[in-house]
């Protein structure tokens, strides 16, 4: 059992979650994941770490809450237990001295891409961090992230928080601003994934995004997570979850995101009542 | 003994849910025996001189002595027969291919009708069950030995299981949230009920057995740090990642590996959505690829799930299906179709990227292959299309790479498998055994739990030999 320490809405459907697993710690490099298993019933669900402390045995996850086995983790107080924490899982991403790094968060990926920041601000790049979200208040960890960034560029689509824009919007302020990027990663939905890809194409440089596939056990059998990269099949569970997103087949992806897109809003609105 | 015995051929037939109810339910297929049907069927066993019955066990029960005391009514002395060569007899008992195995040198197989070993075997587990004390038996003195089990499944539980006997502290490893391996996550619960696995896991427990769930040896911490803390290790890590045929359209939705969906439904307990929070999409139309005992599981279980039509689709013919006969005949009765000497082609998805149709060809048998089979070889211009919604693909998979990938000394063979000494099954690092799938590829229970058995062996003489 791993034990709560803490659990708390941070915006409006994001939570974050600190968990004691002081094995899974041990060991985590940045990019690696954990899955989740709340207790009897639940489901699986892969999430990427966001923090950890080694000397307190403590990992932090920032999750969405957006169908029934996330909605457990949502209420879960300090103090409570979780079934099941284990990892760390998938290839951690790659960290060396690349130069200008441009790392994206959007969603749950502002708290995902923290490590990533840390890493290669340790390694001695330049990092650049966007933040990205719809409003003003899904934006999170921005003082967090300055500590590791050399920049941190807030963007917003409805302007009420730094610039006005999307993805793109970072690529024309990075223009504005004479600077060159030597690599990109993105973390968050596929959607942001894929801007990324497709909006900093032009600069012929990586593009490394972390897909959040479905998966079931995260170790290579279930082969649910699969996707294509370079034309071959991968599984993002033990060859990712890091990919190039140049080389994604982003049309599959996002379609295989959908397969029980029914059965979960089905189960939102079962109330269990037995009615009709 | 009785050497004048009277042969009698008439094989006590083990009563089954029947085909109609039980395709659309998870309860298991076959019902056990009664106490009668139990000793009369043990009554049949001609308790021979030389039992070659027991040759073709990888487990070497003494299968004459466990029968015997069946016919006498003995039936704490049967399950204490089978306990000490077989740490699983309820599983064992279910899923074993005794047509191939012990039943198959039963002098009666000549007659044509052998000892039904396996349904007796089950019965004895499952009369131990009714007691209300379950007799353990003795331990030999702690040996103060410390012993690291990797994967619970057959292979792991079979090592932990002897050794523990033997007086060593044993340590089994799980990476899922539940033990049992592909008793758990892969053989559906109306083969093999969840219950009974976790009985099994819970008997080990009492004899000594630490098990510690949700780590994955390779990722939470590397093998060669694990080998620090113990003195020997045995990997039994099992299968891995799904084979798939390579053919345009398998990422499409509704195509799932066998792993993925008897996992959803079996581990993740997806039957019982939406109480259980796994989906599981009820699909009308599957077609399973494959013709092993996982393909009818997954047929089956499609069935079970409100499908109206579940489809094997095979290359080769029925003369070459590698299912159990059982299994194949269970699967006849509950309506399953079979599509023999049928190759899929191509998978074709809809505009969304759900499966709609699957084109395939037709295959005559050839010359035999490397298997000793008849290789199938395409006819030209026999394509055809199947319209289904789903589509299962059963054709195996490769060994799990976590603890290769991550353990630098290890000999790893171009298939994946860990590279064993035959004897011993010692690997190339000191002090670690493997067994099972991971060592053999895809392969049975019994084989795994052959395997542990000699592993367990091997590990217990090295014990034995070195004072650390």
Not at chain 1, 8 to 33: C, M, R, W, Y
Not at chain 1, 74 to 92: F, K, R, S, W, Y
Not at chain 2, 375 to 391: H, L, N, Q, T, Y
Not at chain 2, 409 to 416: A, Q, T
Request: charged share 25%; aromatic share 6%; hydrophobic share 40%.
């Amino acid at each position: 059992m791993f034990k709560v320490i803490e659990r708390k809405s941070i915006v409006p459907n994001l939570h974050l979650l600190v968990v004691h697993a002081p094995d899974v710690v041990e060991t985590i490099q940045p990019g690696q994941f954990v899955i989740i298993h709340a207790g009897e019933g639940s489901e699986r669900i892969p999430l990427t770490a966001a923090d950890w402390d080694r000397e307190e045995g403590t990992l932090s996850i920032v999750f969405m809450e957006v169908g029934t086995s996330t909605g457990k983790l949502a209420m879960l107080q300090p103090g409570d237990e979780i079934q099941t924490v284990v990892g760390p899982l998938g290839v951690p991403i790659e960290i060396e001295k690349f130069g200008v790094v441009v790392c994206i968060g959007g969603c749950f990926g502002m708290g995902s891409i923290y490590p990533v920041v840390r890493a290669l601000k340790e390694k001695g790049n330049e990092v650049i961090t966007m933040l990205e979200g719809r409003s003003k208040n899904l934006l999170y960890w921005e003082e967090k992230l300055s500590k590791y960034s050399d920049k941190v560029i807030m963007l917003t689509r409805d302007g009420s928080y730094g610039y006005k824009g999307h993805v793109k919007k970072g690529v024309e302020i990075l223009r504005e601003q004479g600077i060159k990027p030597d690599r990109v990663i993105a973390n968050g939905c596929t959607t942001l994934s894929y801007l990324a890809t497709r909006d900093y194409a032009h600069y012929d440089i990586p593009v490394i995004v972390t897909l959040n596939t479905i998966m079931i056990d995260g170790t290579g059998m279930c082969g649910v997570c699969r996707c294509t990269v370079d034309g071959k099949m991968k599984f993002a569970c033990v060859d990712g979850p890091s990919f190039d997103g140049r080389l994604v087949d982003w049309d599959e992806l996002a379609a295989r995101r959908k397969q029980y897109i029914s059965e979960e809003a089905f189960l939102v609105h079962h109330s269990g009542c037995g009615g009709f | 003994m009785a050497t004048k015995k009277k042969l009698n051929l008439n094989r006590v037939d083990m009563p089954k849910q029947a085909d109609f109810i039980r395709k659309r339910n998870f309860k298991e297929v076959a019902l056990g025996y009664s106490v009668e049907d139990a000793v009369e069927e043990a009554s049949r066993c001609l308790d021979c001189k030389k039992p070659i019955c027991v040759d073709g066990c990888p487990v070497e029960i003494d299968i004459p002595g466990f029968i015997r005391a069946i016919a006498n009514r003995d039936f704490s002395l049967a399950i204490k027969t089978l306990k000490e060569r077989n740490c699983l007899p309820a599983v064992c008992g279910r899923v074993c291919p005794q047509e191939e195995q012990c039943e198959i040198k039963c002098i009666l197989q000549k007659k044509g009708a052998p000892v039904a070993i396996g349904r007796l075997e089950r019965f004895a587990a499952e009369w131990e069950t009714k007691q209300d004390n379950v007799e353990l038996p003795g331990i030999m003195k702690k040996t103060g030995k410390r012993v690291a089990v990797i994967g619970s499944g057959p292979a792991g539980i079979t090592v932990a299981g002897d050794l523990i006997l033997l007086g060593h502290d044993v340590t089994m490893y799980e990476a899922l949230h539940e033990p049992g391996g592909v008793l758990t996550y892969g053989i559906p619960e109306f083969r093999l009920p969840s219950k009974v696995v976790t009985r099994e896991i819970e008997y080990l427990q009492k004899l000594g057995v630490r098990l510690i769930c949700n780590f994955v040896v390779g990722k939470t911490r590397s093998l060669q740090k694990i080998l620090d803390e113990y003195d020997v290790v045995f990997v039994g890590t099992g299968a891995g990642l799904p084979w798939f045929m390579n053919i345009p359209g398998e990422n499409l939705n509704g195509v799932y590996s066998a792993n993925e969906y008897l996992t959803r439904v079996n581990l993740m307990r997806g039957f019982e959505y939406p109480k259980t929070y796994t989906p599981v999409v009820r699909h009308k139309k599957v077609a399973v690829v494959g013709g092993g005992n996982v393909a009818m599981d997954c047929a089956r279980t499609a069935l079970r799930l409100g499908a109206e039509e579940s489809v094997v689709v095979y290359r080769r013919s029925e003369a070459e299906l590698p299912a159990r006969e059982e299994e194949y005949e269970n699967a006849v009765e509950e309506s399953v179709e079979f599509n023999f000497l049928t190759l899929p082609e191509k998978l074709i998805g809809d505009e969304n990227g759900w499966l709609k149709e699957i084109e395939c060809s037709r295959m005559e048998l050839g010359e035999p292959d490397a298997s000793g089979r008849r290789r199938p070889v395409r006819i030209d211009g026999s394509e055809f299309r199947m319209k289904m919604d789903a589509c299962i693909i059963a054709i195996g998979n490769s060994p799990n790479p976590i603890i290769p990938q991550t353990t630098p000394d290890l000999d790893v063979s171009k298939w994946g498998t860990i590279e064993v000494d035959e004897d011993s099954l010692k690997t190339s690092i000191d002090r670690v055994w493997a067994g099972g799938d991971i060592v053999s590829g895809a392969a049975t229970v019994i084989l795994a739990m052959g395997a542990g058995r000699k592993a367990a062996r091997s590990m217990h003489k090295y014990l034995s030999d070195t004072s650390l």
